[in-house]
T-cell receptor, first 113, second 111 residues
Framework: DAGVTQSPTHLIKTRGQQVTLRCSPK?????VSWYQQALGQGPQFIFQ???????QRGNFPDRFSGHQFPNYSSELNVNALLLGDSALYLC????????????FGNGTRLTVT | SQQGEEDPQALSIQEGENATMNCSYK?????LQWYRQNSGRGLVHLIL?????REKHSGRLRVTLDTSKKSSSLLITASRAADTASYFC???????????FGKGTMLLVSP
């Protein structure tokens, strides 16, 4: 049973560029959440997708956008990259309804130069 | 901003010793969860405690919750080198299973 998979594992981009990160949720999960984790910090909630719609959003600018596909996989897009966007981006999946722990992927390490 | 604050920020112990980490949070919660993160990898769920529970056990883990003090503690008994990781508490947000994480406690267990 495959867990949450993310691609790519590492990425280096230049300021001003755009990036797309991808996530496949754990089998049977229908909800995908994205988190940003800066070095030495805890994960910060970016947004959550359910039924192909953004259901909740954290305190992140509109440069951060996402998408969920009919197969529940998801993408995170970041436009106009800033140096401060360098971080580990984590995708987590869960099953909606009730209390469902998050299952995390191993993340994408984004470095903006 | 982060809801939870773990204490201490870092903890270094010998194998076989117990490790205790604390978490404080600011607003009312439905449940509190603890996660472990090995260096640079994804987080792994350890245990969940509901707001109407005071203590919960899972293997070598013991979690307590004091909602009047808005605090929780995670005890790892008989620590092993493999327990070396960062530990985060997380509280549920407003609906839809979104979680707010603290900054974490970095645990180092030496053989």
């Amino acid at each position: 049973d495959a867990g949450v998979t993310q691609s790519p594992t590492h990425l280096i981009k230049t300021r001003g560029q755009q990036v797309t990160l991808r996530c496949s949720p754990k089998s049977g999960h229908d909800t995908v959440s994205w988190y940003q984790q800066a070095l030495g910090q805890g994960p910060q909630f970016i947004f959550q997708y359910y039924e192909e719609e953004e259901r909740q959003r954290g305190n992140f600018p509109d440069r951060f956008s996402g998408h969920q596909f009919p197969n529940y996989s998801s993408e995170l897009n970041v436009n106009a990259l800033l140096l401060g966007d360098s971080a580990l981006y984590l995708c987590a999946s869960s099953l909606t309804g009730g209390i469902s722990p998050l299952h995390f992927g191993n993340g994408t390490r984004l470095t903006v130069t | 901003s982060q809801q939870g604050e773990e204490d201490p920020q870092a903890l270094s112990i010998q194998e076989g010793e117990n490790a205790t980490m604390n978490c404080s949070y600011k607003t009312s919660i439905n449940n509190l969860q603890w996660y472990r993160q090995n260096s640079g990898r994804g987080l792994v769920h350890l245990i969940l405690i509901r707001s109407n529970e005071r203590e919960k056990h899972s293997g070598r883990l013991r979690v307590t919750l004091d909602t009047s003090k808005k605090s929780s503690s995670l005890l790892i008994t008989a620590s092993r080198a493999a327990d070396t990781a960062s530990y985060f508490c997380a509280t549920d947000g407003v609906g839809y299973s979104t979680l707010t994480f603290g900054k974490g406690t970095m645990l180092l267990v030496s053989p």
